[in-house]
């Protein structure tokens, strides 16, 4: 079992920046990759962002390229997402998601476990 716990969210004006960060305990070494989704109300959990649990390979969907940065620290087993340039739009609950085995790092059902979440507001 692998537990996750995310940080760092909170209330910002748009064009301000948060960083949220992920914190994976138990069994890390079974963790392949390390992913960020967001779910807005009324709306279905989407991608953000993912790295590996290694740091050899990142991924972000187009809606964040050039505004968010996913990082990490394996000896901490900790990844972070760094958001810049927030909009209204980018408020939702963003959810940190392990890994073991992802063919589709896009796809909710690859991942294997999820932390609680962490509300981030964008005020216009």
């Known amino acids: 079992q692998v537990q996750l716990a995310e940080s760092g969210g909170g209330l910002v004006q748009a064009g301000g920046s948060l960083r949220l960060s992920c914190v994976a305990s138990?069994?890390?070494?079974?963790?392949?990759?390390m992913g960020w989704f967001r779910q807005a109300p009324g709306k279905e959990r989407e991608f953000v962002a993912a790295?590996?649990?290694?740091?050899?390979?990142?991924y972000y969907a187009d809606s964040v390229k050039g505004r968010f940065t996913v990082s990490g620290e394996s000896f901490k087993n900790t990844v972070y997402l760094q958001m810049n340039r927030l909009e209204p739009e980018d408020t939702a609950v963003y959810y940190c998601?392990?890994?073991?085995?992802?063919?589709?790092?896009?796809?909710?059902?690859?991942?294997?476990?999820w932390g609680r979440g962490t509300q981030v507001t964008v005020s216009s």
């Open positions: 998601a392990a890994g073991q085995t992802v063919v589709d790092v896009t796809a909710t059902g690859d991942y294997d476990y």
């Open positions: 790295r590996s649990r290694k740091g050899g390979s990142i």
């Open positions: 138990g069994r890390v070494e079974s963790v392949y990759l």
